[in-house]
């Protein structure tokens, strides 16, 4: 009876050492053991193992009443439908692809309630709760930025952003206006636009010395690389700037604060789907798995061709 006794504790102590240390140990190894959360659960932090750093700053859903809406009237308080749900698929999609993982960061607020795509003041509005959150936001990739700064050298950042203009199209943020990317290529490469660019640091190092404008909408932009797998985007070869007057989405706050035009070798786009995109679950599956090649690819051609961190060769690098 007392061996017994001993044996099921002995197996309660082994199940409560499994409990508290695998996770722990795991986190040591495989990046989605780690996921780490704020205060109540409203900031999501998956650390990542590969120089890509994914925040979706627009697409959570919690309402709670220790953070009242925000009572600013002009502000913007739409969340970005299924940006949430389409960046943790990105996640998982890019893992199935090369074994690693990027480093995603969640604000699982709405956007009634706090807007980390702003300064502290407009995207709190004056609530010292969600100032709390908003500085765990940022401190999250921030501090992913660093790690892949100091183990990779260099890396990608993207805010990931959801759109309701009515022009079904994806846009792509380098903070450059309408008007700017209207310039011919010549104008747009000088180093006054390029100066202020949130890829400043990939222009002046990049595998195939590719200038701004090539990197922006040459055959191997981010956004031509999009737009083969079916995706009508701006700028990209097909559609190399938008027109005067037209609704465009140049990249905000995080993409200024995290992307290298202000310095660093972490460069930055924002990531802007219409909402007919987000919406369309019969192409869910397909949209996430080529932004995640699309991400893939642009990593390997212009940052870390051999790496093994990026799997196998993407199929839309194989073309000549
Ligand atoms: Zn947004």
Redesign the pocket.
Known sequence: MAKSKQRYRNIYFFLLFLLISVPFLAAQEIPTAGFIDGTNGYIGFLPGNMPLVISI??GGYLMPDEIPERPCVNCSKNQ?IFTLEIGMGIRDAIFRQTGHYPYVIINNLHRTRLDP?RNISEASDGNKNAELVWHQFQNCIDSACSEVESKFGKGLYIDL??HRHLIKRTELGYLLSNEELQLEDELLDLDSFVEFSSIKSLVDNNLNRLSFSQLIRGKDSFGSLFEAKGYPTVPSRGIPFPDSGEPYFSGGYNTTRHGSSQGGTIDGIQIELDEELRRDMSKRDKLVADLACTMVEFLKIHYFPDADFLGEMAPGNKQP
């Open positions: 700053p627009h970005d795509n952003h959801g």
